[in-house]
């Protein structure tokens, strides 16, 4: 009934930047709120940044100040820009949205994720 879509993904370098794109479709009345995760190889999914309809932003500590979260509501979008990357910013990054559908029933609705690799 309602998909979300990541890309942008792929290998940059560190310091380098990219941007992380995630629309959302199908049987959508209101998004409340939409958010990243990441998971790292061997390690558990994790929080990384948050924004709710209403623009107020959250991000996990090892992001802040590198990583801007935005979305457009008119679209259904969120995006990622990751600017300064290192590392340990390598994994795969999953969008989520918090969806209200026409039927007044909220669903929590995750992407298939896209890989981010930070090496030289």
């Known amino acids: 009934q309602v998909q979300v879509v990541e890309s942008g993904g792929g290998l940059v370098q560190p310091g380098g930047s990219l941007r992380l794109s995630c629309g959302a479709s199908?049987?959508?009345?209101?998004?409340?709120?939409m958010g990243w995760y990441r998971q790292a190889p061997g390690k558990e999914r994790a929080l990384v940044a948050t924004?709710?309809?209403?623009?107020?932003?959250t991000y996990a500590e090892s992001v802040k100040g590198r990583f801007t979260i935005s979305r457009n509501n008119a679209a259904n979008t969120v995006y990622l820009q990751m600017n300064i990357v290192k590392p340990e910013d390598t994994a795969v990054y999953f969008c989520?949205?918090?969806?209200?559908?026409?039927?007044?029933?909220?669903?929590?609705?995750w992407g298939q994720g896209t890989l981010v690799t930070v090496s030289s």
């Open positions: 989520t949205a918090n969806v209200m559908t026409f039927n007044k029933i909220w669903l929590e609705v």
């Open positions: 199908g049987n959508i009345f209101s998004i409340n709120t």
């Open positions: 924004i709710t309809l209403g623009g107020t932003t």
